[in-house]
């Protein structure tokens, strides 16, 4: 499976490279067209990354942020991603971004999902950068095993859009963007941290089955060869 390996020494070290490497993409996007887009991913492993990047100096105003997946809840709920990249992200240099959430405070979370592909960055072209996380379950994004719409959120003939999740291992429902939104980015990533994840990648690695590990679509089916960021 293709893909460039690249390992740091501390999650501190990873944190300031990732950020030097988003930020040179992301600017270089401006130069060429004027505009940028970033999709971020939630979870627990972000934040340093986040705030490192909260910190580099670029044309801010002319970047749209939005998530790669995010939960039914909406922004002031503990468990939002919006509110971890409010509070980690969208502050210091990087205060001046247009954020797009995907949540949208809608009667179901269909309407949700309708309302957000509409509006959300990434729809009609590629994202210039798409920071992907993974679970320990092998997921990305809200492409979760045993997802009901894991067949279609990864079938890449599919358009691009926002799609609607529930998993046994989500907890709540999901909003995620679908594979073809996310395959073709300039710039793809997957960071992971920790030896748990890495035993977690190297599985993944060794097998091909995408229901059982989602995140084996990326690391196979990419049209854009992901870097994998990676600390112990
Ligand atoms: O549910 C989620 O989990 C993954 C991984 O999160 P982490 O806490 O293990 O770093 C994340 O990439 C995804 O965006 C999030 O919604």
């Known amino acids: 499976m293709a893909h460039h390996m690249k390992t740091f020494e501390t999650g501190a070290a990873l944190a300031a490279g990732l950020a030097d490497a988003v930020a040179s993409a992301l600017s270089g996007a401006i130069a060429n067209k004027g505009a940028a887009t970033l999709a971020v991913s939630g979870g627990s492993t972000p934040k340093a990354f986040f705030e490192a990047l909260s910190t580099r100096i670029l044309d801010w105003t002319k970047v749209k942020v939005t998530l790669v997946d995010e939960r039914f809840v909406p922004e002031d709920n503990p468990r939002s991603n919006h509110l971890l990249v409010k509070t980690h992200l969208l502050k210091n ?15 179901t979370i269909e ?14 072209e590629p994202f210039d950068v798409a920071i992907l996380g993974m ?14 719409h894991l ?9 691009r859009r926002v799609m609607t999740m529930e998993a046994p291992g989500a907890g709540e429902a999901r909003l995620t963007l679908s594979f073809s939104a996310l395959h073709d980015a300039d710039l793809l990533v997957v960071h992971i941290e920790g030896a748990e994840k890495k035993a977690v990648l190297d599985k993944a690695l060794a097998g091909t089955d995408e229901k059982d590990m989602p995140i084996r679509a990326v ?3 990419a049209r854009t060869t992901p870097d994998i960021y990676w600390a112990p």
């Open 111 to 124: 309407e949700a999902a309708k309302t957000a592909s509409g509006i959300v960055p990434g729809m009609t």
């Open 151 to 159: 067949d279609a959120a990864l079938d890449l003939s599919q358009p």
């Open 219 to 221: 690391l196979e089916r």
């Open 93 to 107: 240099e990087a205060s001046a971004a247009e954020f797009v959430p995907l949540y949208r405070p809608e009667a």
């Open 135 to 148: 679970g320990t379950d092998g997921h990305t994004a809200s492409f979760f095993p045993g997802g009901d």
